[in-house]
């Protein structure tokens, strides 16, 4: 009851703390009451209207397409690569892109899920983007697809037996339900390639979240005309993609290329 008694004088008193002792001619509790009321209503308001707020809408509203999952995968040295499973809900027919490290969680979730994996995309021959490619090769019989400027970096890893698929020349790779755009990117590496499917990008080691994936190796010299390309290859062939095309990486969190086009440093 004491609570009670204390919260009718909160309402009811002057919302200045300085008149507490010497209250203002104007002063109404009635007055008072409805001040605290109308503060309660703006409040409440404008927490349901930022709700309301469509500006991040489009990544819910994408939900209708393909199916996306990331499964964030530890590579030696303590760091880490994302992989993707891809799905068509209707047919369930599924691809995998870069498994870059053997992944027991991915498989597991395919035969849950009752998926049929059609292939295995890799945007690049780097070992930690490939690296994974024979622990599927022993549970899925699945095809692998790889760029073949990349053949000869993905055989340190894989080994020179593991047979790839070449991406097709047109950049147009039919999958069961699912169709996925090829776009050639070399820089990070001579067959790095990005995937597009639907309105969803993974950009391999290309384009980062407010980042680019530096080349290996080589001279200096190389080593700068390799980032100049890679430059090029993001500035012609992924900057022109609508803004809300959304970009999953392989490695770090996911952006838009729209959100690209206006912070990333490296490219603008
Ligand atoms: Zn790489």
């Not at 790839?164 to 020349?169: A, K, V």
């Not at 776009?183 to 639907?198: A, D, E, N």
Request: proline share 8%; aromatic share 10%; with cysteine.
């Amino acid at each position: 009851m004491q609570r009670l008694g204390l919260m009718r004088a909160f309402f009811t008193r002057p919302p200045f703390p300085c008149f507490d002792n010497r209250l203002p001619p104007w002063y109404k509790p009635a007055m008072m009451r409805a001040f605290w009321t109308l503060t309660l209503l703006v409040v409440l308001g404008a927490g349901l209207a930022a709700q309301a707020d469509p500006g991040l809408g489009f990544f819910e509203e994408a939900a209708a397409g393909p199916q996306v999952k990331a499964f964030v995968l530890s590579l030696d040295g303590g760091w880490t690569m994302n992989c993707y499973l891809v799905w068509d809900p209707g047919t369930r027919q599924a691809l995998v892109i870069d498994p870059g490290a053997p992944a027991p969680v991915l498989l597991d979730f395919v035969r849950k899920q009752g998926l049929q994996v059609l292939a295995v995309l890799n945007t690049h021959g780097h070992y930690d983007h490939v690296g994974g490619n024979a622990r599927i090769a022993a549970s899925l019989e699945t095809r692998f697809y790889l760029h073949r400027a990349d053949r000869s970096l993905a055989a340190k890893t894989t080994g020179p037996e593991f047979v790839f698929s070449d991406y097709p020349e047109d950049g147009r790779l039919r999958l069961g339900s699912l169709e996925v755009e090829i776009i050639r990117t070399p820089g990070h590496s001579p067959g790095s390639v990005c995937l597009k499917i639907g309105d969803i990008l993974f950009s391999g080691d290309t384009l980062f979240a407010g980042g680019i994936g530096k080349g290996h190796g080589g001279t200096p010299r190389q080593r700068r005309a390799n980032l100049q390309l890679e430059i090029d290859s993001i500035r012609r062939r992924l900057l022109p993609l609508p803004p809300l095309t959304r970009v999953f990486p392989g490695h770090g969190p996911a952006t838009t290329i729209g959100a690209e086009r206006a912070f990333n440093r490296f490219v603008r």
